[in-house]
């Protein structure tokens, strides 16, 4: 009988054996950037298989103006399909905003799961929650970006939120203030290791 066997994988300790040669957990990383006066933008990216890919926010920047604050500071990101990834502002206020994300995919058996979606905090809440398929909370980090329909140019509790991993099916977004006058709109990734 093998002592000190470690089952980690989807099969086990076998589940890693293909990865062994591999010179990476990691099968491709992709920097995405776009420019544009439009809300959302879709960029194209090399093929990834979606099961195995998450979407990091790098931040989006604009030019200050009375009309297009904090609306154009403010970007989400969401893998719609393959090839395809999405950068999201509220609005444009006519002035174009940078939006940029990275794009990891992982290789084959490295994540159990990889989940995605989002929750709205509306203006009369400071929380909302998304619910996801059962995770290990030990082996679960999350990601979030987000944005909000605010058109206002002074600083604000209104705009910002966090995110929690709560328990092993709740993800919560909380914000500072209560009520508020602005939604906020929040899109996640949720990776699960095995």
Do not use: H
């Not at 979407?55 to 609306?71: D, E, F, H, K, Q």
């Not at 203030?177 to 290791?193: D, G, H, K, L, Q």
């Amino acid at each position: 009988m093998r002592r000190n066997r470690n089952f980690i994988g989807p099969a086990g300790m076998g589940g890693m054996v293909g990865l062994w040669s591999a010179s990476s957990l990691i099968r491709s990383i992709q920097y995405v950037s776009v420019a544009s006066t439009t809300a959302a933008e879709s960029v194209t990216i090399a093929a990834v298989n979606v099961a195995n890919t998450a979407v990091i926010a790098l931040g989006p920047s604009s030019a200050y103006t009375a009309g297009n604050s904090p609306s154009t500071c403010f970007a989400t990101v969401n893998l719609v399909n393959s090839t395809t990834v999405t950068l999201a502002v509220s609005a444009t206020g006519g002035a174009s905003s940078t939006r940029k994300a990275v794009v990891i995919e992982f290789a084959p058996g490295v994540v159990k799961s990889i989940q995605s979606g989002s929750a709205t905090i509306n203006t009369s809440t400071a929380s909302a929650t998304a619910t996801i398929t059962g995770v290990d909370t030990a082996k679960t980090w999350i990601t979030m970006s987000t944005l909000t329909n605010s058109d206002a140019g002074s600083v604000s509790g209104d705009w910002c939120a966090t995110s929690t991993l709560t328990n092993a099916t709740t993800i919560t977004f909380t914000r500072q203030t209560s009520p508020a006058s602005y939604n906020i709109t929040c899109r996640f990734f949720a990776v699960e290791y095995f």
